[in-house]
């Protein structure tokens, strides 16, 4: 964390000048706007549970398809039916 403390007769504008500075040197706002629109990673276990659930609805619209009563209504049912 950066701190500046305030000298004897130093006023507000250079010692706002001077904490500027200081967090320029730092690099944490470099870090900051690099870092602002990332999404945090998934865990491996959400990676896992994402792909099951995508191989079970893709199962369940194959046997549909098959079935040939695959539709919209369907994919919600199925959906629904997987939560």
């Known amino acids: 964390m950066i701190q500046v ?3 004897d007769k130093e ?3 250079t ?3 001077r904490f500027s500075r200081r967090i320029q040197q730092s690099g944490v706002l ?3 706007r690099k870092t602002r629109f990332q ?3 998934k865990t491996k276990r959400k990676q896992r549970d994402e792909a ?3 191989v079970k609805i893709r199962k369940a619209i194959n046997k549909l398809k098959k079935m040939d009563r695959f539709d919209e209504e369907a ?3 199925i959906k629904k039916k997987m939560d």
């Open 75 to 77: 994919l919600k049912n």
């Open 5 to 7: 403390v305030k000298k």
């Open 15 to 17: 010692l706002i000048r």
């Open 39 to 41: 999404a945090p990673k």
């Open 52 to 54: 099951l659930y995508k």
């Open 30 to 32: 470099k870090h900051a």
């Open 11 to 13: 006023n507000a504008e």
